[in-house]
């Protein structure tokens, strides 16, 4: 007797808002088995599946919710793990509510199945049975007599260089970092994606015999053209996210003012929130405000508060709607007690005579017509100014491209915004040998954006090896 | 890892580290800097790079806070976890004529190679090199080996002129038409050089040393104001025109963490009673 379908899906247990707001574990716990296949239950494995189109990296969705629901999980690993080859990242950080699930046909009725916690669970049970991911058909590395270049070893790199060396090619990544995995290691936090994750997920990609290269800053170390004039036949760049932006408002450089990237940096990627047992310092401060909307803003703020400060607010110009966050994140956030300031805008910064920022005036802001985003243009409102005593300030505003790579590449034509200008359906840049993709062709996206724009470049890097 | 060949102490609490890194000695070039890391706790740290050959690559460092006393330690033979580069802008070299090059403490490592192209370029080269006393005065012979003329001072007299640099450095543009200065040092002594330059109209460039995490402009960490526009001196420098710096600005964002860089220092010298 076929069961009533739930129409509920299952719950992740997380830490509790009280207790993880004091520490940097993870805050999603991840499924039990039992739920696990509590929610896989629920996929009604459609004829037509949709959810796979929502997926940049074409997982095989229904296929490997199938093998959870049967109990096979060596089964679903190999499935996850023939498209992606990083699936405890994307089961964490990815937006699937835009993505796989909002294709999900359940959608429609009720809640779609939770696509990306079982993505999680099922990767993390690869994870803890390593035996499993050893067994697929290895085959001999580097059959294919063509070496291939990938710059930086973000998500983009990472997922090119995995794809290429899957296909038999002899890949070498360029990271300018200590460590690989880019902005899965410097940017998004221990809490929303343990780093022992993220350097498993790159020990994979090595166990395909991707060689990867630390310390090498390319366009400075050595040069795209230096290396295309050493044996290789193509090169991937995803050097990522550049120049961090500022407000542009005085008193920006006062000490205590750090950009998001500077700021998640020195705690993720350098440990500060462990200092003094790592040496790089943070002062986090007591209070402080985070200025942006985006998911960048949600874990500088978040990060603020671990690090030991008693009042973070994050100040949006503009509506709760408009933010850019996940609504997952803001929601994460907001049960921290991290406050909104919402329709608020900073004038300028005030310091103290050390140089030291003390408080910012902000003012207020209303919404009017929308403008060429869609999102209703904030406008000032006049008389509203007020000031606010702080003692940190994060800016969140983005980036713009790093100009290293394209100002000592040769010939590359850039956009006028210096991203590099590629081809969408396969990466390639003006130049035929050099292929781009994540921020650095797209500006600032999500990671499984730059996963997509690898793994399209490595088809079209195999089909041009190939051909030539 | 990043193999230490030779260690020399220069000077009280100077060093000198060649590290084997041969693909950042291919692409030196004066004015750059490396960024390293001692080992897996360390902090990211900038050092101009003070001379290369084949194979390695020399830095000079002074023994101030818990990395350089840590790294003080280390000998021939040891090695560093991470070290990249060449990082930054080289200096703008040119055919100039008549130049004044200014080395202040461990800067002086930084002028060397700066003086040695600049002479290759076939300027007149006049150096001036000054420390707070004769126990921290380093290379005199290797910069006179690359210089026209070479004047040393010391501020109690121990060695040299007892002088700041600033006072040859005047009485050299009273004397005789230069093209430009160059002055590589403490903050407090590039913006006493700048001072000093501005009303002869002398181009003058100073390397920027604020603090720094990834080098790669990615962070904005050492952003610095030239002009009334904030550029990253890691990306857009080192070297700015010393008539554009806010120099204060430079010397509060250096002491952002005086308090941690303390508490780290005596963590460190607590755990290594000896040291």
Known sequence: MPEKLNLNRVPMPRQDPKVRRGNFDEVALGYTEEQALEEARRCIQCKKPSCKEGCPVNVDIPEFINAVRENNMREAVKILQSKNSLPAICGRVCPQETQCEAKCNLAKKSAPIAIGRLERYVADWGRAHPEVTAERERQPFSIVDKKVAVVGSGPAGLTCACDLAKLGYAVTIFEALHVAGGVLMYGIPEFRLPKEIVQSEVDYVKSWGVDIKLNQVIGKTKTVDEILGNGFGAVFLAPGAGAPMFLGIPGENLSGIYSANEFLTRTNLMKAYLFPEYDTPIKAGKRVAVFGGGNVAMDAARCALRLGASEVSIIYRRSKIEMPARAEERENAEEEGIIFRLLTNPLRFIGDDQGRVVAVECYEMELGEPDESGRRRPIRKPGTEFVIEIDTAIIALGTRPNPIVPSTTSRLKLTKWGTIITDEATGRTSRDEIWCGGDMATGAATVISAMGAGKRAAVSIDSYLKSG | ?275
């Open chain 2, 1 to 275: 890892m990043y193999s230490i060949t030779s260690r020399e102490d220069l000077a009280s609490g100077i060093y000198l580290f060649k590290v084997e890194a041969e693909d950042i000695a291919k692409k030196a070039k004066p004015g750059q800097f490396i960024i390293l890391r001692m080992d897996d706790k360390g902090e990211r740290i900038p050092l101009t790079i003070a001379d290369w050959d084949e194979k390695t690559v020399t830095i000079v460092f002074m023994k101030v806070g818990k990395t350089t006393q840590k790294l003080a330690t280390l000998s021939a033979g040891d090695s560093i976890a991470d070290f990249v580069g060449p990082l930054g802008q080289p200096t703008e070299i040119e055919s100039f004529g008549r130049v004044i090059v200014v080395g202040g403490g461990v800067g002086i490592a930084s002028i060397f190679p700066l003086a040695r192209e600049l002479k290759r370029k076939r300027n007149t080269v006049i150096s001036i090199i000054g420390s707070r006393n004769k126990d921290l005065l380093f290379w005199e012979d290797k910069i006179r080996s690359v210089s026209d003329e070479v004047i040393a001072t010391t501020d109690d007299g121990s060695y040299g002129r007892k002088a700041l640099v600033t006072q040859p450095l005047k009485e050299i543009l009273e004397r005789e038409k230069i093209q430009r200065v160059f002055a590589v040092g403490p903050v407090i002594m590039m913006k006493f050089c700048a001072a000093t330059t501005k009303p002869f109209d002398v181009k003058t460039m100073v390397s920027l040393n604020p603090i720094m995490v990834d080098g790669t402009g990615m962070c904005g960490c050492c952003r610095v104001e030239v002009g009334g526009e904030t550029k990253f001196a890691c990306v857009d420098g080192p070297d700015f025109d010393a008539h554009l710096v806010d120099f204060d600005l430079l010397m509060m964002r250096q002491r952002a963490y005086l308090d941690e860089e303390k508490k780290a220092l005596e963590m460190w010298e607590k755990s290594c009673p000896k040291s």
